[in-house]
């Protein structure tokens, strides 16, 4: 048997109050169509993240099969994607799926499942109606971010329903191949069900680590009951997606299984486990005069996570406070990366590395957070932003950061970029000659990917979260909700779960 695979996706983790995410979005990062799918799935440094290189890597391993890649649109965080897009992309998936009709015996899609346009409240629902629509009741596969805000459309329309178990995210190419291997038993034969519960949780993105806290004892504890359960074939907790404020937020649990009672159960222990730990799903940041405070009586150096300015959670990247604060209190010895102004970086590409000039930041006059900031700067580094990652969320992914430079501000070095990323690998910083074993500070601005990339020079206990202005505070009493079910936890205390 050589089974003919479709293989698709979509994946965006799309943040309710920033700016609409363009075509533009998925072109900078990884739009792939076609036999490039598969081409850049079985090369050294894919451009996609590792959901389908693990799963066609794998199924390469397992057996003949035959793959049929339609298209994979896949983008930094953003804004809600503008519906137009969407619909274009949708086209190209029919098309690809008409093809396909009558003749196809399985289909694996690569999801987030925080994904917006500026219609739709649930797209990722609206692929998989697609695909259910043309190929029918055929073994379908899903993947997804444990960020997913999660419908009881995603659950049902799927055979087999995969989710990240860490977090920082390093386990998507093991993810793909645990969906190939899922793949290969229903072709063989089996029936998976599922069994979800979602609770009135919405649990700030940084109290939901993996390697400790809360959410990591759930985690621990579904894959301790699945491998007591035989008839379990995967247990996923989906943390949600604050920022995409969809009437499904709120913390999941998705159990696929072969016996329908059993998944119950387990999704019941796994939900009522979490409810327990609610009121430990808090976020506890530290003020910018708190944190330059500890900074000058440490004995060790410490890494500042700018949370609520993340690029991988739909920030602008561009907030100056930290910088501005860290700058007048005459910081030496630190790095900041990476800061998002094209504008800035054709500057410093223009002028020339040994340049010195007056930087200036948001120089458009920015928005309610990104403020103009100027400060004099010299010219150290540039390069094209063409960088491989090395650690963490990016290992080994072809990244386009767009032009890049190195500008030196006093004592603080400082990464610009041109196109949308968090600043989650130290490549970012290494590829221009930043040596961040010498620094004493670094900042980054990312929520929590930084950790599993930066965590050979800070470990857990030389990070601080710091509380500054932006599209991703954890503190959720400062965004106007408007589609999230109420009451809600951490906002209402009056939450309750039956």
């Known amino acids: 048997m050589n089974p003919r695979i479709a293989l698709l996706g979509f994946s965006i983790e799309c943040n309710r109050w920033a700016p609409v995410a363009t075509l533009r979005d998925?072109?900078?990062?990884?739009?792939?169509?076609?036999?490039?799918?598969?081409?850049?799935?079985?090369?050294?440094?894919?451009?996609?993240?590792?959901?389908?290189?693990?799963?066609?890597?794998?199924?390469?391993?397992?057996?003949?099969?035959?793959?049929?890649?339609?298209?994979?649109?896949?983008?930094?965080?953003?804004?809600?994607v503008d519906h137009a897009v969407f619909q274009g992309f949708l086209a190209e998936w029919r098309a690809g799926l008409e093809k396909l009709r009558g003749d196809c015996d399985g289909c694996f899609a690569v999801l987030h499942g925080a994904g917006l346009t500026t219609e739709l409240l649930d797209p990722e629902a609206a692929l998989q109606s697609l695909v259910r629509e043309i190929l029918g009741d055929i073994p379908f596969v899903c993947v997804y971010d444990l960020h997913a805000n999660i419908s009881a459309e995603n659950v049902a329309l799927n055979d087999a329903f995969v989710g990240y178990r860490t977090n920082p995210h390093v386990d998507m190419r093991v993810r793909g191949a645990e969906s190939a291997h899922l793949m290969l038993r229903l072709l063989e034969g089996e029936t998976f069900l599922r069994a979800h519960r979602r609770l009135p949780i919405m649990a700030p993105t940084v109290s939901m680590l993996t390697a400790q806290g809360p959410y990591a004892e759930v985690i621990d504890l579904g894959q301790a009951c699945m491998a007591e359960q035989h008839s379990i074939a995967n247990v996923s907790v989906m943390g949600g997606f604050a920022y995409g404020d969809t009437p499904f937020n709120g913390m999941t649990v998705v159990v696929t299984g072969t016996k329908q009672h059993v998944a119950e159960a387990l999704a019941d222990e796994l939900a009522q486990a979490c409810w327990r730990r609610?009121?430990?799903?808090?976020?506890?940041?530290?003020?910018?005069?708190?944190?330059?405070?500890?900074?000058?009586?440490?004995?060790?150096?410490?890494?500042?996570?700018?949370?609520?300015?993340?690029?991988?959670?739909?920030?602008?990247?561009?907030?100056?406070?930290?910088?501005?604060?860290?700058?007048?209190?005459?910081?030496?010895?630190?790095?900041?990366?990476?800061?998002?102004?094209?504008?800035?970086?054709?500057?410093?590409?223009?002028?020339?590395?040994?340049?010195?000039?007056?930087?200036?930041?948001?120089?458009?006059?920015?928005?309610?957070?990104s403020k103009p900031f100027e400060a004099p700067a010299s010219v150290r580094a540039l390069s094209d932003g063409q960088v491989t990652g090395r650690r963490g969320l990016y290992q080994g992914v072809a990244m386009r950061l767009g032009a890049t430079?190195?500008?030196?501000?006093?004592?603080?070095?400082?990464?610009?970029?041109?196109?949308?990323?968090?600043?989650?690998?130290?490549?970012?910083?290494?590829?221009?000659g930043i040596d961040l074993s010498a620094m004493r500070a670094v900042v980054v601005k990312?929520?929590?990917?930084?950790?599993?990339?930066?965590?050979?020079?800070?470990?857990?206990?030389?990070?601080?979260?710091?509380d500054g202005p932006g599209l991703t505070s954890p503190i959720f009493s400062r965004f106007d909700w408007k589609h999230i079910p109420r009451p809600m936890m951490p906002l209402d205390a009056e939450a309750f779960w039956p």
Do not use: Y
């Open 405 to 432: 430079a190195w500008l030196q501000i006093g004592g603080i070095a400082v990464v610009v970029i041109s196109n949308r990323a968090q600043c989650a690998d130290p490549a970012f910083f290494e590829h221009l």
């Open 446 to 466: 990312s929520r929590g990917h930084f950790r599993a990339g930066f965590d050979e020079f800070f470990p857990h206990e030389q990070v601080v979260e710091v």
């Open 278 to 369: 609610r009121d430990r799903f808090v976020a506890k940041l530290t003020s910018i005069p708190d944190a330059l405070a500890r900074l000058a009586e440490s004995p060790v150096a410490l890494a500042f996570a700018d949370v609520a300015d993340n690029p991988g959670g739909g920030g602008s990247g561009n907030t100056m406070e930290i910088l501005r604060a860290f700058s007048a209190a005459g910081v030496d010895d630190a790095a900041f990366g990476c800061i998002i102004d094209a504008d800035l970086a054709a500057e410093a590409h223009a002028l020339g590395v040994g340049a010195a000039f007056t930087a200036r930041f948001n120089r458009a006059g920015g928005d309610g957070f």
């Open 26 to 80: 998925f072109e900078t990062r990884c739009l792939l169509r076609g036999a490039d799918m598969v081409r850049d799935a079985r090369s050294a440094s894919p451009a996609a993240l590792g959901e389908m290189p693990g799963f066609v890597t794998t199924m390469d391993e397992t057996g003949p099969w035959r793959p049929h890649p339609i298209m994979l649109a896949m983008a930094e965080p953003n804004g809600p």
